[in-house]
């Protein structure tokens, strides 16, 4: 954010704050931490402040950098966003990446009653889990049997979802990285009411009322994670190992250049490339096609399992404001493609409508958190 629009943004906010009845998201990203307060007045959320701190200069490294800071670091860090931002309230609600959990469906045969599932879960999950069962948490929700679809109804050939299964999507956490997102609150002076995986707050924040499968694609700093989500819950997960950071590391060796420069350039030109350097665009496109070959590999794994093909992919997170990356992904999939708009879901002052829509991929985590924590 620019230091004008702060303080604009800022000298507006202060008017009469208090910390009552308002709600916080933090979201500790690999490269950074992104805040987001909102409020309820009248029945709907208003924005209260946003702010966002790069984390690589914590280690002494570049903005733009993937970090793996000490506990304290990690603190500081955040003690400062608050602070710029002028969040006031202690209790925040706080996201874990996704890397310290693992997401699966389990299929389990529909004899099952809903209240063995609690006892079968653990036991089918450890075929899943490649660490001891004391060291991780496990929470499992059931998932609604979908309805037929419109071509299903309309053409008996097509085989419909077998009858004689439940699905249960089980999500597992580290006990380590609970443990570790505690220390961070403790040593920030801080409480949370409660701890989510980012890529359920980004769902909150990006989705409208899609019933269809939607894919989501988080171009995170690290890397890009994918969910397909139907009825509003996550079907399918998955993570490509690939990410903005790796993109701004290949402009920064290929050219020559600073890290910081090559961050700069990735943001300024993109895929649309520098008249300057005339390289720049394929650079980027190396990544841009791997990350969307691997995607298509589990779009079609997707399709294949369970015949049904997404109609729509959002693209959120800081990665998803590359110029370019629409016309190239509308060549790629054959499906609407958006990018999200999270701050649509709260009131705001008009003066800042166009930099909200901006803004709102890298903040959908830390917003989905605070519009779970209003709720
Ligand atoms: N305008 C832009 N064009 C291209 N890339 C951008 C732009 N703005 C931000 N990015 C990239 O987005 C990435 C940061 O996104 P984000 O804040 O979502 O990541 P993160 O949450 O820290 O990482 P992760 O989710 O992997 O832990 C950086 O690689 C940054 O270079
Ligand atoms: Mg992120």
């Known amino acids: 954010m620019s230091n004008l629009l702060k303080s604009i943004f800022s000298g507006f906010n202060k008017i009469g704050r208090t910390s009552e009845g ?60 608050l602070k710029q931002s002028g969040v006031m309230g202690k209790n925040i609600a706080l996201s ?46 059931i ?72 894919l989501l694609m988080d171009f995170g700093a690290s890397r890009t994670k994918l969910s397909i ?19 701004t590391n290949s402009i920064s060796k290929s050219l020559s250049i600073p890290f910081a420069e090559a961050e700069k350039m990735k943001k300024d030109f993109g895929l649309y490339g520098d008249p300057a350097e005339k390289t720049l665009a394929d650079i980027i496109r190396v990544h841009i096609d791997y990350i969307f070959s691997e995607t298509n590999n589990v779009l079609l794994g997707y399709q294949k399992k369970n015949d049904r093909t997404i109609s729509k992919v959002i693209f959120t997170g800081g990665g998803a404001l590359l110029k370019g990356l629409k016309e190239v992904a509308a060549d790629n999939f054959r499906a609407e493609i958006e990018t999200g708009h999270p701050f649509s879901k709260v009131e705001a002052p008009a003066f800042l ?23």
């Open 353 to 375: 409508e166009k930099v909200l829509i901006t803004m709102g991929p890298e903040f959908a985590v830390a917003l989905g958190l605070a519009l779970r924590k209003l709720q």
């Open 22 to 81: 308002s709600a916080i998201g933090v979201d500790i990203g690999s490269s950074s931490i992104k805040v987001v307060e909102i409020k309820k007045k009248g029945g709907k959320a208003v924005l209260e402040t946003y702010g966002a701190i790069a984390l690589g200069p914590y280690a002494d490294l570049e903005a733009g950098r993937v970090t793996n800071l000490p506990v304290e670091k990690v603190a500081l860090a955040l003690k400062e966003v």
């Open 96 to 141: 874990i990446p996704i890397q310290s959990s693992l997401i699966f469906v389990l299929d389990l045969p529909a004899q099952i009653g809903e209240d063995e599932v609690a006892a079968i879960v653990p036991t089918e999950a450890r075929k899943y889990i490649p660490v001891p069962i004391t060291e991780v948490s496990i929470d499992y929700f």
């Open 229 to 247: 989500v139907e009825f509003g819950m996550v079907k399918s997960y998955h993570t490509i190992e690939r990410g903005g950071a790796d993109i």
């Open 143 to 214: 998932l609604p049997k979908r309805e037929q679809s419109f071509e299903e109804m309309n053409n008996p050939e097509m085989p419909s979802m077998p009858a004689d299964k439940i699905n249960v999507l089980v999500v597992v956490t580290q006990n380590d990285a609970i443990g570790k997102h505690r220390s961070i609150l403790s040593q920030s002076d801080l409480e949370s009411s409660f701890f989510e995986i980012e890529i359920f707050s980004s769902i909150r924040a990006n989705f409208e009322h899609e019933l269809s499968p939607v």
